[in-house]
């Protein structure tokens, strides 16, 4: 059974820095590729950075500079470093593997940046 667990959310000013972390448990993991994704109220979930098994990585446009992902196969762990962080940033984070041909979503973790 594939399961992902968020964590690490919370309420931040802006200019600000949160780190999350995504748990997978349920598949190889050294061999399949994690994405971080969100979405704001109203809006669609929209990507914010993959990773592969071996640890190559992509960004959306807004996020590149600000946001960094990493991974640490030996912990089956994807973390998020969020830097300088916008109000519009302002999301509920969710993860999401592939497995088989189907997609698998963490519950996801709330980030709130607000003064």
């Known amino acids: 059974q594939v399961r992902l667990v968020e964590s690490g959310g919370g309420l931040v000013q802006p200019g600000g820095s949160l780190r999350l972390s995504c748990v997978v448990s349920g598949t190889i993991f050294s061999l399949s590729t994690v994405g971080w994704y969100r979405q704001a109220p109203g809006n669609q979930r929209e990507l914010v950075a993959t990773?592969?098994?071996?640890?190559?990585?992509n960004y959306a446009d807004s996020m590149k500079g600000r946001f960094t992902i990493s991974r640490d196969n030996a912990k089956k762990t994807v973390d998020l470093q969020m830097n300088t962080l916008k109000p519009e940033d302002t999301a509920v984070y969710y993860c999401?593997?592939?497995?088989?041909?189907?997609?698998?979503w963490g519950k996801g973790t709330l980030v709130t940046v607000s003064s």
């Open positions: 999401n593997v592939w497995k088989f041909g189907q997609v698998y």
């Open positions: 990773i592969t098994g071996g640890g190559s990585s």
